[in-house]
């Protein structure tokens, strides 16, 4: 089992940057695929990015490809996501996410942190 716990949300200008960051405790926080998911108001959750158990292979929704970019540190236990060239439509909540299979279930949650982009 995992928890996690995000941080680094706040309110920022179109084309600002965030960095956002997720501690994780629990044990070998290398075995889990992380990620990020949001959730913007009225809307589903829906998937932002993904790092492999090492940290080789990412992924990203189209949307943010080019703009943002995951990471992880194993030796901390943290996965961080750098947001660049925000804009409104990235108003969301934030979500750390761990999988513990690799087959695309994030079964391990954070409580969400809030990322709002003015105009």
């Known amino acids: 089992q995992v928890q996690l716990v995000e941080s680094g949300g706040g309110l920022v200008q179109a084309g600002g940057s965030l960095r956002l960051s997720c501690a994780a405790a629990?044990?070998?926080?290398?075995?889990?695929?992380m990620g990020w998911f949001r959730q913007a108001p009225g809307k589903e959750r829906k998937f932002v990015a993904s790092?492999?158990?090492?940290?080789?292979?990412?992924y990203y929704t189209n949307s943010v490809k080019g703009r943002f970019t995951i990471s992880r540190d194993n030796a901390k236990n943290t996965v961080d996501l750098q947001m660049n060239s925000l804009r409104p439509d990235d108003t969301a909540v934030y979500y750390c996410?761990?999988?513990?299979?690799?087959?695309?279930?994030?079964?391990?949650w954070g409580q969400g942190t809030q990322v709002t982009v003015s105009s």
């Open positions: 996410v761990a999988d513990a299979d690799g087959g695309g279930q994030y079964e391990y």
């Open positions: 629990g044990r070998t926080f290398s075995s889990y695929v």
């Open positions: 790092v492999s158990r090492n940290g080789d292979y990412t």
